[in-house]
């Protein structure tokens, strides 16, 4: 190892982008890059494209992988962390990928895998919150829904590495189907997926929204960011199932304290990135209702301002981690 | 302290019953007594009762106070641990009060409180499982829903003190209300308080059940050892109701695997002690259901074999732990 070779570089690969930073000695974010993930190429192209996106952030920041002392990297779906292996990940239709392995054969450099959500808890409790509260539950509402927990300052990875699979709680057992989420799991009330999936079965039943002006009848390429321009614009469609989406988080965050009891409870991911200004005060209230009496007092529930850096950033803190 | 003063006294105080035991220096259940709790004639004289169970299972034993090292006491409720501060607890209409400093005031010797459902988790995981696990959590069906966490052998406090409490999580947010608990909650599903109400009702509704031959057809004193004997006599109506909270309980315990992983479920408490040979496969189909595919085999839901006993197991490993 060089004596400079002092930075991380931090990835988050999901289902729809490959986003890369290169992090300072002190975990400062110098630059970041983006790819589009193009899983239908299959495993060795996105694998290729993972190494590309290192390769260029370490450029983009006029510095040599040399330099780097070791790369992170959040996966989705289920992820053993020693081996560095992919072991399921339904979004980009991986079964038992052995990612770090691969990519350390690419880069010469070391790897450190975590689940992507397990991965965005670290960067929010590290980097965001400094490592201050005792406990932390980190709730990432994105095209799914994951989180990940810790403990007495430990990423807590349950006794089969799945720990934190938030999505999955079941809030709601007679509720509406949305999509591949189990009924009525939390995932299947308040993702993406599910927020989508509301809007475009209501437009078809014939109700009104400026969405349709925006993209179109079909609502095709929806992303989150038009939801906030419609509510913006006072939509009410919108208004109502971004609030229901909010009211069932809320749900899943009071079930959290009261099983949990965590000192804070930290929610990011695209959805509270684009809609959290609307979605936080009723999430609060709702958890605020269901929460045992006399202890909501000692829990913090806040918004991540990482927004979408919270998954490198954690990726980061994951390398300088393993990498000690 | 005397040279023998080497038992401990463990004491499960709940809403109905004050269970006393005491163990030998190896944590062996050597005698137990049972008084009512009487908690309508006020605070004082529950404490005065608890102290008199104490002295009386010493006494059972042919033992002296003296050769008693610590008690710990299991209280129904929030309880502050290190003050032994009894904050909230609704079945005997408390708040606030300071158990431990009145029990050491009458008793001579060091008392430790925790939570109930803590207690029996301790319980369960030290004195049934030795142990072994990393992690556990202890689901106690009785009156309400309780429990603990364990996680890297250590039980988990929670910010607030109130980590564990199961019986608040929401997991049908449309569902049916039944007494006291939060509409939907696993307590308004599972509790023996919910399984006796759903009973009720549709025998008001015109249900048939031997129920009423064996009790009256008010259901006067029904306890979970009626709804066994039914099952056994093959009542229909009881066959659902136990049923269906069994299936409500599998849902919960998926969402505790989901969210904790954990390498064991320990169920226990009243409901299970009678019922358990009834519900713990439809718990163990139903959880299998839910979890997130590929993690099922990693955790083992078992039935607590340590029944009624469980509390005050528990509450003599605080004992022995706290003073040590």
Request: hydrophobic share 45%; proline share 3%; aromatic share 4%.
């Amino acid at each position: 190892m060089a004596a400079d070779s002092n930075h991380f570089i931090g990835v988050d690969f999901g289902g729809t982008k490959i986003l890369a930073g290169i992090f300072s000695p002190s975990l400062k974010l110098l630059k970041s890059v983006k790819l589009t993930t193009k899983s239908e190429r299959g495993v060795e192209a996105v694998i290729d494209r993972i190494t590309r996106a290192v390769r260029d952030v370490a450029d983009e920041a006029d510095l040599d992988l040399k330099q780097v002392r070791a790369i992170g990297l959040g996966a989705p779906g289920a992820v053993e962390p020693e081996s560095g292996r992919v072991i399921y990940a339904i979004n980009v239709g991986w079964t038992n990928v052995p990612l770090k392995k691969e990519l350390e054969k690419g880069l010469g450099l070391p790897v450190f895998v975590e689940n992507d959500c397990k991965a965005s808890t670290l960067g929010v409790y590290h980097l965001e919150l400094k490592g201050k509260p005792r406990s932390m539950v980190g709730v990432f509402l994105g095209t799914g829904v994951g989180g990940g927990l810790i403990f007495d300052g430990v990423l807590h990875p349950g006794a089969n590495f799945a720990a934190g699979e938030l999505g999955h709680m079941i809030i709601d057992m007679d509720g509406a189907k949305a999509g591949r989420a189990a009924r009525g799991s939390f995932e299947s009330l308040a993702s993406r997926t599910a927020i989508f999936y509301r809007i475009k079965a209501a437009v078809k039943d014939g109700h009104k929204t400026i969405l349709t002006d925006m993209l179109g009848a079909d609502l095709e390429d929806m992303r989150s960011g038009d939801l906030r321009r419609a509510l913006r614009r006072g939509d009410k469609l919108v208004e109502k199932v971004v609030a229901e989406a909010a009211s069932h988080t809320g749900v899943a965050v009071a079930n959290l304290i009261n099983v949990l009891g965590p000192e804070v409870v930290a929610l990011g991911g695209g959805v509270i990135e684009a809609l959290g200004e609307e979605m936080m005060p009723i999430i609060q209230k709702r958890a605020e209702e269901l929460v045992l009496p006399g202890t909501f007092d000692a829990v913090r529930i806040i918004a991540s301002r990482l927004g979408d850096n919270a998954g490198i950033s954690g990726a980061a803190v994951l390398a300088q981690a393993r990498s000690k």
